[in-house]
């Protein structure tokens, strides 16, 4: 999870490549208006949202047990409830880094259709994993490999803490 340009899908792959399971990139799971919103600058509202969290979550309830990485933006709490409502034993990787940091990677990114203008309000709508919630945050610094170094440890941390209750 995290705002765009974050490396979701980039560090989203070499992930699962790592745990040696499937990935999905979230995008996919969008509808084709969603898309043409997005790409026209306009964001998503939670009406456009819902049918997106619930395809992801259906993928994620299917993994169940035999693992998989998926990535998508999960910006508010109750995008990662419902999320959870249908696949409970997800984890979520909440990727964060400065602002200017992911300004100057979407002013190098093409071909995506989320535009670079919707960057501030990303940001203004996250809401970072709660203590409550099981999922750890990672800073994006870095090549896409040590960030996913990263989030292996950190993953790997959360199950041992888990293991030894």
Same mark, same amino acid.
């Given at each position: 999870?995290?705002?765009?340009?974050?490396?979701?899908?980039?560090?989203?792959?070499?992930?699962?490549?790592?745990?040696?399971? $499937?990935?999905?990139? &979230?995008?996919?799971?969008?509808?084709?208006?969603?898309?043409?919103?997005?790409?026209?600058?306009?964001?998503?509202?939670?009406?456009?949202?819902?049918?997106?969290?619930?395809?992801? &979550?259906?993928?994620?309830?299917?993994?169940?047990?035999?693992?998989?990485?998926?990535?998508?933006?999960?910006?508010?709490?109750?995008?990662?409830?419902?999320?959870?409502?249908?696949?409970?034993?997800?984890?979520?990787?909440?990727?964060?880094?400065?602002?200017?940091?992911?300004?100057?990677?979407?002013?190098?990114?093409?071909?995506?259709?989320?535009?670079?203008?919707?960057?501030?309000?990303?940001? =203004? /709508?996250? /809401?970072?994993?709660? $203590?409550?919630?099981? &999922?750890?945050?990672?800073?994006?610094?870095?090549?896409? /490999?040590?960030?996913?170094?990263?989030?292996?440890?950190?993953?790997?941390?959360?199950?041992?803490? =888990?293991?030894?209750?």
């Amino acid at each position: 999870m995290g705002v765009t340009g974050t490396g979701k899908t980039t560090v989203g792959v070499l992930l699962a490549a790592q745990l040696g399971v $499937p990935y999905a990139e &979230g995008d996919d799971f969008h509808t084709r208006a969603g898309i043409a919103k997005m790409s026209s600058g306009e964001p998503l509202t939670d009406t456009d949202r819902w049918p997106w969290l619930d395809r992801i &979550g259906a993928w994620a309830s299917e993994r169940a047990g035999l693992g998989g990485v998926i990535s998508g933006s999960a910006l508010h709490r109750a995008y990662r409830d419902r999320v959870r409502a249908t696949a409970p034993g997800v984890v979520f990787v909440h990727l964060a880094g400065d602002r200017e940091l992911i300004r100057e990677r979407l002013a190098r990114r093409q071909g995506h259709f989320m535009r670079p203008e919707l960057l501030d309000s990303q940001l =203004a /709508e996250l /809401e970072p994993l709660e $203590p409550d919630e099981t &999922g750890v945050t990672v800073d994006v610094s870095g090549p896409p /490999e040590e960030v996913t170094d990263r989030v292996v440890a950190a993953l790997r941390d959360l199950w041992d803490s =888990a293991a030894e209750r």
